[in-house]
């Protein structure tokens, strides 16, 4: 079964705005990563925080992490139409090793 | 880094026959995922393939079902065997070399 749970589960907004997306897990982990898919393709990798870090950026993403609350966070600033995919969270419970998918998030930027 | 392709990148089978997917990656690595993506679902690990040794496979998933090879250290394979229209789905291949890759995924519909 799927450790991760997303939410939402669909999210439609104007070209620069603000997407934030959310990620829930159940078990400790050993890092959190973001993915991006386009309409079935292959998944592409966006960010990976560890369990001991706090908040990431990688240009217009910010991913933060909740240990405590076993969540995380993924906003994408100043969307573009571009932007519209699939985001799925992942969790790994140990380096390198393999990975548990939340439910993703479907973004659609509307130009 | 890692590039991975897989062949074929899509099918349409008749139910009752079996499919072979090809998983090449550019670099040695030691551990291959196979993961499956059914329509407008999350990704689902089926198993993880070590060179020399039996692929462990996740809950829900059997070899007699999902058989796979994995005869070097940049190749595997994954069939589907006896497919239903319930076998319908993406499958990729994935590697972790540094981070996470993905190979482009193959598209099967059984009809």
């Known amino acids: 079964s799927q450790q991760g749970e997303e939410d939402p589960q669909a999210l439609s907004i104007q070209e620069g705005e603000n997407a934030t997306m959310n990620c829930s897990y159940k078990t400790s982990i050993n890092n959190l990563q973001w993915y991006r898919q386009n309409s079935g393709r292959g998944l592409v990798h966006l960010i990976l925080?560890?369990?001991?870090?706090r908040e990431k950026h990688s240009g217009r993403l910010r991913v933060t992490l909740d240990t405590s609350k076993k969540s995380s966070s993924l906003l994408i600033t100043a969307s573009r139409a571009a932007d519209t995919a699939s985001y799925f969270c992942?969790?790994?419970?140990?380096?390198?090793?393999?990975?548990?998918f939340g439910g993703g998030t479907r973004v659609l930027v509307k130009p | 880094s890692a590039v991975i392709s897989q062949k074929p990148s899509r099918d349409i089978c008749q139910r009752g026959t079996s499919l072979t997917i090809q998983c090449q990656v550019d670099?040695?690595?030691?551990?291959m995922f196979w993961y499956r993506q059914q329509p407008g679902q999350s990704l689902t690990l089926i198993a993880t393939a070590n060179q020399g040794s039996e692929a462990t496979y996740e809950s829900g998933f059997v070899i007699d079902k999902f058989p796979i090879s994995r005869p070097n250290l940049t190749f595997s394979t994954l069939t589907v065997s006896n497919m239903s229209p319930e076998d319908s789905s993406i499958y990729l291949c994935?590697?972790?070399?540094?981070?996470?890759?993905f190979g482009p995924g193959t598209r099967l519909l059984v009809l």
């Open positions: 992942a969790t790994s419970r140990a380096a390198g090793n393999k990975l548990t």
């Open positions: 925080i560890r369990s001991n870090e």
């Open positions: 994935s590697v972790h070399a540094e981070t996470q890759y």
């Open positions: 670099s040695q690595v030691t551990m």
